[in-house]
């Protein structure tokens, strides 16, 4: 709604609750608030303020076999003959969930130096963060039957604990002006931005991490053909293993675009940008690890300064149809 002549407030609600169309008990229930504000409309200098904020509260589907498909093989005949699935099959736990948090603010300024240039500089900075515990489907068995209500399927339980943050800044110049008579379109800005990812891992199968004792044990297995959400399951823990990476970005670019007539253009662009990443933290190794696991630090860098072009032609045999090549 309008605040006044120059300023204006828009509020978004998003809302959805519910179960998910042929999937028994996958669950998707979010909502989520999208505020903005804008100062200066329908004048040289303009000021626009947004946010978004997302909650998720879902119970994630860990997919269903593919037995009975074109494709699928197997080395066990019996399994190989097998028919599909129902498709409304959930070979996950009740007890299953997914809790995503995200939310991201954006400042715009936006300044008018003439008719044709324009000079605006976007700040934003997120975080996104998302705990959850997953059970999919591995190995399948006929268990020594040519019965299929014998049929089985591994699970796995899989713990994510993540954090991405974002933040970004970038500077950005939009002009016109004339070669031998041809307008061009000219586009360059400058670019700076940071994002870190921060990992925790987890396992239901570890017994014993640098000498410590862990309550890992084997989860049962699902029929194949009438799997039940309410096994008893162990709950995925924290071994200690983490990755925290963090990458630096800083980059200049510039894109023309040379207007030949109302129909012909070509254009073409660069980017310079200079990089550094690095990630740290804790392995569990050696791998497939159960009773004799180490937890062994890792430190890792690059750097680096890519260069990116393009070019193209584009014609316009219409108003409202574009040919790119």
Same mark, same amino acid.
């Given at each position: 709604q309008s605040m006044s002549d120059n300023s204006a407030l828009r509020l978004n609600l998003m809302r959805r609750d519910g179960g998910v169309d042929g999937r028994d008990t996958v669950e998707n229930s979010s909502?989520?608030? $999208?505020? $903005?504000?804008?100062f200066g409309l329908e004048t040289d200098t303009r000021l626009y303020l947004y946010s978004q904020h997302v909650r998720q509260n879902n119970i994630p589907d860990g997919g269903i076999s593919t037995i009975g498909m074109?494709?699928?093989?197997?080395? *066990? $005949?019996?399994?190989?003959?097998?028919?599909?699935?129902?498709?409304?099959?959930?070979?996950?736990? %009740?007890?299953d969930y997914e809790d995503v948090e995200a939310d991201? @603010?954006?400042? /715009? @300024?936006?300044? *008018?130096?003439?008719?044709?240039?324009?000079?605006r500089n976007t700040s934003r900075i997120g975080k996104t963060t998302t705990d959850r515990i997953l059970t999919? !489907? =591995?190995?399948?068995?006929? =268990?020594?039957? %040519?019965?299929?209500?014998?049929?089985?399927?591994?699970?796995?339980? &899989?713990?994510?604990?993540?954090?991405?943050e974002i933040?970004?800044? &970038?500077?950005?110049l939009n002009t016109e002006f004339f070669t031998f008579g041809l307008r061009n379109t000219l586009a360059t800005g400058v670019e700076f931005m940071r994002e870190s990812q921060r990992t925790e891992s987890g396992s239901t199968s570890v017994t014993k991490i640098?000498? $410590?004792?862990?309550?890992?044990?084997?989860?049962?297995?699902? =029929?194949?053909?009438?799997?039940?959400?309410?096994?008893?399951? !162990?709950?995925? @823990? /924290?071994?200690?293993a983490y990755s925290d990476g963090t990458t630096d970005t800083a980059a200049f670019y510039a894109f023309?675009?040379?207007?030949?007539?109302? &129909?012909?253009?070509? =254009?073409?662009?660069?980017?310079?940008?200079?990089?550094?990443?690095? %990630? /740290?933290?804790? %392995?569990?190794?050696?791998? &497939?690890?159960?009773?004799?696991?180490?937890?062994?630090? @890792?430190?890792?860098?690059d750097s680096g300064e890519p260069t990116s072009w393009n070019s193209g032609v584009v014609y316009k045999p219409a108003e409202n149809i574009s040919i790119y090549q």
């Open positions: 909502y989520g608030v $999208a505020p $903005a504000l804008a074109d494709g699928f093989y197997n080395a *066990d $005949a019996r399994l190989n003959a097998g028919a599909e699935v129902d498709s409304d099959n959930f070979y996950g736990s %009740s007890s991201m @603010f954006t400042v /715009k @300024f936006e300044h *008018d130096l003439n008719d044709v240039t324009t000079l999919g !489907i =591995n190995t399948l068995s006929a =268990n020594n039957s %040519s019965n299929p209500a014998n049929w089985t399927v591994t699970r796995s339980r &899989q713990l994510t604990d993540q954090e991405n933040a970004a800044n &970038q500077t950005n640098d000498g $410590a004792n862990y309550p890992g044990m084997a989860l049962p297995l699902a =029929n194949l053909y009438d799997p039940d959400a309410h096994d008893s399951m !162990i709950k995925p @823990f /924290k071994t200690g023309d675009t040379l207007h030949l007539n109302e &129909q012909w253009s070509v =254009n073409a662009g660069v980017r310079f940008e200079h990089y550094e990443t690095d %990630s /740290k933290g804790l %392995s569990l190794g050696p791998n &497939q690890c159960v009773n004799n696991c180490t937890l062994t630090p @890792f430190d890792l860098n």
